[in-house]
């Protein structure tokens, strides 16, 4: 390391912000002031979490890991994991910068940065300057897309994620885009639309009962990734924006603030407003 070097400046004393950019990946700053414990969060896209301020305990049925200031974890895709936020004890506060990268990103690395079977669901990563300053950029490419081009931008992540090779850590892919996950590019762009299954076959090229074949043929169903589309939208907008909880609800295709509530509450384990508090 080049001590002569500034440091990396991050703004970790902002509030919440969200962006992202489609077939590319996004980014998410969370800012809480208490406790949270959060079940069942899947993550349908690999997702690198920086931890800012306070402590981040990361558990499946594996077991349960714990990561402080300062700290990397990386998260393959496919995973779901309960999640625990805890403010510092200093400040008060637990403060978090997440990078999510869309599949098709991944795909366009070299052979080496992947593998369709990884080992690990999630890892802590050594921190250092290089991987410090490209999630800088990363971040930077997000927050300011009209500055960028989409090349760029694809750099970018693109360098993230190999800054994460080079720590043998195999982001987890398949060769081609699976059904469940063509769906899931389908629903997100619109997770507000009163979707039905034919309707979503229609767009994919296939028909409905080809979808839903398809669909069991992977563990899944049509239901089950709009149900995870429209929770894990919701859970992003809440954690990074500051949009009313009924905005929020009519966003994700919700018929009412109360019903949104209630299915929130039923997978995550707390309700917007708690999550928020």
């Given at each position: 390391m080049d001590d002569s070097l500034p440091p990396i400046a991050f703004d970790t004393?902002?509030?919440?912000?969200?962006?992202?950019?489609?077939?590319i990946g996004g980014y998410l700053r969370i800012s809480v002031r208490r406790q949270q414990r959060i079940g069942a969060v899947h993550f349908s896209d690999a997702c690198l979490i920086r931890v800012d301020a306070g402590r981040k305990t990361l558990s499946s049925h594996y077991g349960s890991q714990s990561f402080g200031d300062d700290?990397?974890?990386?998260?393959?895709?496919?995973?779901?994991?309960?999640?625990?936020?805890?403010?510092?004890?200093?400040?008060g506060v637990y403060r978090a910068s997440c990078l999510s990268f869309?599949?098709?990103?991944?795909?366009?690395?070299?052979?080496?940065?992947?593998?369709?079977?990884?080992?690990?669901?999630?890892?802590g990563l050594l921190p250092g300057r290089g991987l410090d300053a490209a999630v800088e950029h990363a971040i930077q490419g997000l927050l300011q897309p009209e500055q960028f081009s989409e090349a760029l931008l694809r750099h970018r992540l693109g360098e993230v994620l190999l800054a994460i090779a080079t720590q043998g850590f195999q982001l987890r892919v398949g060769r081609h885009a699976a059904v469940d996950e063509q769906l899931r590019g389908?629903?997100?762009?619109?997770?507000?639309?009163?979707w039905t299954s034919a309707q979503a076959a229609e767009a994919l090229?296939?028909?409905?009962?080809?979808?839903?074949?398809?669909?069991?043929?992977?563990?899944?169903?049509?239901?089950?990734?709009?149900?995870?589309?429209?929770?894990?939208?919701?859970?992003?907008?809440?954690?990074?924006?500051?949009?009313?909880i009924t905005q929020i609800a009519a966003r994700c295709g919700y018929a009412s603030a109360s019903k949104f509530s209630a299915r929130f509450r039923h997978h995550y384990g707390l309700s917007p407003s708690e999550l928020r508090d």
């Open positions: 004393a902002a509030g919440p912000a969200l962006a992202g950019a489609a077939g700290s990397y974890i990386i998260v393959n895709a496919g995973e779901t994991l309960d999640l625990d936020n805890t403010p510092a004890p200093d400040s869309d599949a098709a990103l991944i795909r366009a690395l070299p052979n080496s940065a992947h593998a369709p079977t990884p080992p690990r669901a999630f890892a389908i629903l997100s762009a619109s997770p507000d639309h009163s090229h296939m028909s409905e009962a080809t979808l839903r074949r398809r669909l069991r043929a992977v563990g899944s169903s049509f239901r089950s990734q709009l149900d995870q589309v429209r929770l894990g939208v919701a859970l992003a907008l809440l954690q990074g924006s500051r949009e009313p």
